[in-house]
């Protein structure tokens, strides 16, 4: 069956302009996660939706950052007025159910801030 | 909040030896613990994982130990091949959400 997918793969922008990152989790998964990746880091995390419940968003570095899930299902990630700390690779992941039981990552968008 | 360390940060192993990553946790309340794997450009795969009630988990020539009373668990990986080189992050889960560790850069020397 099809995983989680992501798009744009790869988007180059200008600092100060806003981005919008997109996640399609894998159907019927309920939680969905948003993880930031710098070159040769580990995974810091952004926010976690978990079904209709309030989303945890406690791992967003600032008020430039925002997302959203339409209909339980994709997620749009919203950078505004982009900063070049902000380059990084996006990962999108979700999981069945939120409990106990592994994520599936997305490929990844490379955002490149210039 | 959850707090997961991983050691060590880069490991070099002969071909053929074995290479151990650690992690350790802090809430015990944690009850899934996943390992993933990430090559060069692509996306964490899941290799391995165990869960609270369990002690030992093994999977041909990876293996998983947790120890929930000293909150560590373990990657075995035995044999180890040149494509095992990666970079390898253990992950404690709790109530739904993951808490990462900052990655073990793995080098098989051929």
């Known amino acids: 069956g099809a995983g989680v997918s992501q798009s744009p793969s790869n988007k180059v922008t200008e600092k100060g302009k806003d981005v919008e990152l997109r996640c399609d989790p894998i159907?019927?998964?309920?939680?969905l996660y948003w993880y930031r990746q710098s070159l040769g880091q580990g995974l810091e995390f952004l926010i976690y939706f978990q079904g209709n419940s309030a989303p945890d968003k406690s791992g967003l570095p600032s008020d430039r950052f925002s997302a959203e899930r339409t209909g339980g299902s994709v997620s749009t990630l919203t950078i505004q007025r982009t900063q070049q700390e902000d380059s990084a690779v996006y990962l999108c992941?979700?999981?069945?159910?939120?409990?106990?039981?592994?994520?599936?990552f997305g490929p990844g968008t490379r955002l490149t801030v210039l | 909040g959850e707090n997961v360390e991983q050691h060590p940060s880069t490991l070099s192993v002969q071909e053929g030896d074995s290479a151990v990553i650690k992690c350790t946790y802090s809430?015990?309340?944690?009850?899934?613990f996943p390992w993933y794997k990430q090559e060069l450009g692509k996306r964490p795969q899941l290799i391995i994982d165990i869960r609270s009630n369990v002690g030992e988990k093994k999977d041909q020539r990876i293996a998983v130990t947790l120890n929930k009373t000293a909150k560590h668990f373990s990657l075995h990986i035995t044999e180890t091949q040149p494509e095992d080189s990666a970079v390898y992050f253990c992950a404690a889960s709790i109530r739904g959400q993951f808490y990462f560790g900052t990655g073990t850069s793995l080098t098989v020397i051929p």
């Open positions: 992941a979700s999981n069945p159910s939120g409990g106990v039981g592994t994520q599936y």
């Open positions: 809430d015990s309340a944690s009850n899934y």
């Open positions: 159907s019927g998964h309920t939680a």
